[in-house]
């Protein structure tokens, strides 16, 4: 079956410390996408990709930081920057184009210890 | 800068009941519109979206919108709602000549109440 995953469901995080969040699609979709979501707040945009080995920043990217090497994956890293990183994070994936759907991923939620 | 406005952020409702959520967008050039669902623990499902054409949109699970140019809006409705229903709904813009970045509202919280 086509679609998004990403691991691991549940990470924790000591202070100090960078954690990598994975996400792999098998849509063999060009962009890819992260969001972080916290309650009351919607979705805001971390960083996106369009192509293999490129890469933008979104709204919050302070404190995060990503690579696309391969077209299936984009992982994100929570670097110790990040001051407050309790939340859900959630990948997506598309085809190149603003009319596009993005296909999401089941998310993974990050707790500090 | 673009924006989406997402009127309440839950609403209850009995089983069987019609069901609107609001959704208002701003922005200075043309748009495609989307509506998101999420049910607890889990990524986002597209519902529908508004390309062009048609302003009255049907989705999945018996969801509809209807896009307004005049009033900057996008209501999603359900003549009848069922338990199932029960979830987050997000509203999401997505702007002409842009990277195809999406926007999100703030999201509404639908309760279906037996």
């Known amino acids: 079956d086509g679609g998004i995953t990403q691991s691991p469901k549940y990470l924790f995080r000591k202070e100090g410390q960078n954690v990598t969040l994975s996400c792999e699609q098998n849509?063999?979709?060009?962009?890819m996408y992260w969001y972080r979501q916290d309650p009351g707040q919607g979705l805001r945009l971390i960083y996106y990709?369009?192509?293999?080995?490129?890469?933008q920043k979104g709204d919050i990217a302070e404190g995060y930081s990503v690579s696309r090497e391969k077209k299936e994956s984009f992982p994100l890293t929570v670097t110790s920057a990040q001051k407050n990183p309790t939340a859900f994070y959630l990948c997506a994936s598309s085809i190149t184009g603003v009319e596009e759907t993005q296909y999401f991923g089941p998310g993974t939620r990050l707790l500090v210890l | 800068a673009q924006s989406v406005t997402q009127l309440d952020s839950q609403v209850p409702v009995f089983e069987e009941a019609p069901v609107e959520l609001r959704c208002n967008y701003s922005s200075s050039v043309s748009v495609y519109l989307f509506w998101y669902v999420q049910y607890p623990n889990q990524g986002l499902q597209l519902l529908l979206k508004y390309l062009s054409g048609s302003t009255l949109v049907k989705g999945i699970n018996g969801f509809e919108a209807e896009f307004n140019k005049s009033q900057t809006s996008f209501h999603l409705r359900k003549p009848s709602v069922h338990i199932s229903d029960t979830a987050e709904y997000f509203c999401?813009?997505?702007?002409?000549?842009?990277?195809?970045?999406?926007?999100f509202g703030k999201g509404t919280k639908l309760s279906v109440k037996p």
């Open positions: 849509l063999n979709h060009d962009a």
């Open positions: 999401a813009v997505s702007e002409w000549g842009s990277q195809g970045n999406l926007i």
């Open positions: 990709s369009q192509i293999v080995n490129d890469f």
